[in-house]
C-alpha cells in the first residue's frame, strides 16, 4: 500500500485570492502597507516569516492572531482546488493507499480548507514547514510527499519518502529538479498517471 503525504497551499488547493483578501483586510486594520500580490506569489513558509517581511519583530505575533481570526471567513470560501487535485486524491484512495496533508498553515485552517474543498483525506498535520514535516510523515508511513515547494523536497528526505514536486507555485520544473526532486509534474493533472506507474512494479514484486 502506497500512502501519499501532499502539501496544501499552491498543491492541492489555490488559496491566493483567499490569503490576499485577508492580508488587505489585515493592512487596513493595522495601517501598514502590505503587498498581498506579492505576499501570494511566494506562499509556503509559515505566516510569522512573511509578517516579519512588512512588520517589526514585536509586533507580528500580535499580527498573526488578527490574521488567523479573519481567515476562516475571508479565506477559507475563496479557496479553490488546483487542477488535478481531486484527482490525484482519488488516485491514492483508489489504490488502497491513505493520504495526508502536512501544511505549514495551522491545524484549524488546514483542517476547514481540507473539508471546505471536499477532499477525502486521512489525517491533517498543520504548523510544519520544511524538514519539520519530516516526522508527521514518517509516523504516518507516506511512501511519497508531493509539493510545490523546495522545501517540501526537504520535507520528504527528512520523512523518507519520494519527494514528488510539482511545478504549480514559485519554483519551475527547471528550479524543483535542481533542488533534488526525485520527481518533477507540471502540476497535479499529471500525478495519477505516476503514480500507477509508480506503484505498479511494487505490488508485483
Known amino acids: 500500500m502506497h500512502s501519499v503525504g501532499f502539501d496544501l497551499d499552491m498543491t492541492l488547493a489555490d488559496t491566493r485570492a483567499g490569503i490576499a483578501a485577508v492580508y488587505d483586510e489585515l493592512s487596513l486594520r493595522l495601517g501598514v502597507a502590505i503587498d498581498s500580490a506579492s505576499v501570494v506569489a511566494r506562499l509556503g513558509p509559515p505566516l510569522e516569516w512573511e509578517l516579519a517581511n512588512w512588520l517589526p519583530a514585536e509586533e507580528v ?31 491514492v484512495r483508489r489504490a488502497g493507499g491513505r493520504v495526508i496533508v502536512v501544511t ?40 511519497a510527499y508531493v509539493g510545490d515547494h523546495v522545501a517540501d523536497i526537504e520535507a520528504a528526505r527528512a520523512g523518507d519518502a519520494v519527494s514528488v514536486a510539482v ?5 519551475p520544473v527547471g528550479e524543483l529538479r535542481d533542488h533534488g526532486a526525485d520527481v518533477v509534474l507540471g502540476d497535479l493533472t499529471e500525478f495519477a498517471g505516476w503514480f500507477d506507474g509508480w506503484r505498479t512494479p511494487a505490488a508485483l514484486v
Open 61 to 91: 505575533p500580535g499580527a498573526a492572531a488578527v490574521f488567523r481570526s479573519l481567515y476562516p471567513s475571508l479565506a477559507v470560501p475563496a479557496t479553490t482546488l488546483m487542477p488535478g487535485a481531486r484527482e490525484a486524491v482519488e488516485a
Open 167 to 171: 511545478a504549480t507555485g514559485l519554483y
Open 104 to 143: 505549514g498553515k495551522n491545524l484549524r485552517d488546514a483542517r476547514s480548507t481540507v473539508e471546505f474543498l471536499g477532499l477525502g483525506v486521512d489525517e491533517v498535520a498543520g504548523s510544519v514547514f520544511g524538514a519539520d514535516k519530516g516526522p508527521a510523515l514518517a509516523t504516518f508511513g507516506a511512501a
